[in-house]
Nanobody
């Protein structure tokens, strides 16, 4: 049974930083591309960043140069380092196992972690 558990969200002031973690279990984590998505109130869920099993990365234009996705296959964990946070980054952030590029997300999602950027 695949489980994805996110952590690291919270309230941060504009310009601050957070690091999200997503720990996977019940699967061979290292073979799967991983993605981070977010959903703000009243908006559709959108891809924030993704990383292939080989370490290639992709970012939404709105987070380039501010966010960094990485993975530690020994720990079955994917991370999202978020710097220079803006109020428009406020959303629930979800990790996704098996991201499929242009075909969209994979089938497994975490429960989400709230990120609020506000002064």
């Amino acid at each position: 049974q695949v489980q994805l558990v996110e952590s690291g969200g919270g309230l941060v002031q504009p310009g601050g930083s957070l690091r999200l973690s997503c720990a996977a279990s019940g699967t061979i984590f290292s073979i799967y591309p991983m993605g981070w998505y977010r959903q703000a109130p009243g908006k559709q869920r959108e891809l924030v960043a993704a990383i292939t099993n080989g370490g290639d990365t992709k970012y939404a234009d709105s987070v380039k140069e501010r966010f960094t996705i990485s993975r530690d296959n020994a720990k079955n964990t994917v991370y999202l380092q978020m710097n220079s946070l803006k109020p428009e980054d406020t959303a629930v952030y979800y990790c996704n196992l098996g991201w499929r590029g242009v075909a969209g997300p994979g089938n497994y999602w975490g429960q989400g972690t709230q990120v609020t950027v506000s002064s």
